[in-house]
């Protein structure tokens, strides 16, 4: 299976100046744990994500004066559309995180989470365990 099956396509993306709280809210609505951050001024693309906040907030830091690009992960392992979901665990595994950010020649098409790749297999997994009971 490829990160194309298994990515979100909602792509929630925000301006490095977003507080921490306006990022939160968006994220909370739209029930995802990481949005691009686009920085024109800057590298461009870079990820914040649930975590960061927390851990931001949970250091006694004010999330409606602390901005996103304070807070932003700029050195980030881009995906494509192509790779295989065990290309991107991976990649995950290697770099201790859980969001990758999927791109193509145009720029962010998806995310794919850890979620995301646990929900492709799991039903893999179920058949193959199901399968191996009854023999």
Request: aromatic content about 2%.
């Amino acid at each position: 299976m490829l990160v194309r099956d298994a990515m979100s396509t909602v792509v929630l993306t925000i301006g490095p100046n977003h507080t921490l709280r306006q990022a939160a809210r968006l994220m909370s609505a739209r029930r995802i744990g990481a949005a691009v951050v686009h920085d024109p001024d800057t590298c461009g693309l870079g990820i914040i994500t649930e975590r960061d906040i927390l851990d931001a907030v949970g250091s006694g830091q004010d999330p409606d004066l602390e901005t996103a690009s304070a807070h932003t992960t700029t050195d980030v392992v881009f995906a494509a559309p192509a790779w295989t979901l065990e290309e991107a665990a991976e990649a995950m595994t290697h770099g201790g995180f859980r969001h990758l950010i999927v791109l193509d020649g145009t720029g962010p098409v998806g995310i794919v989470s850890v979620r995301d790749i646990i929900r492709c297999w799991a039903p893999t997994r179920r058949r193959t365990v199901t399968a191996a009971g009854t023999a």
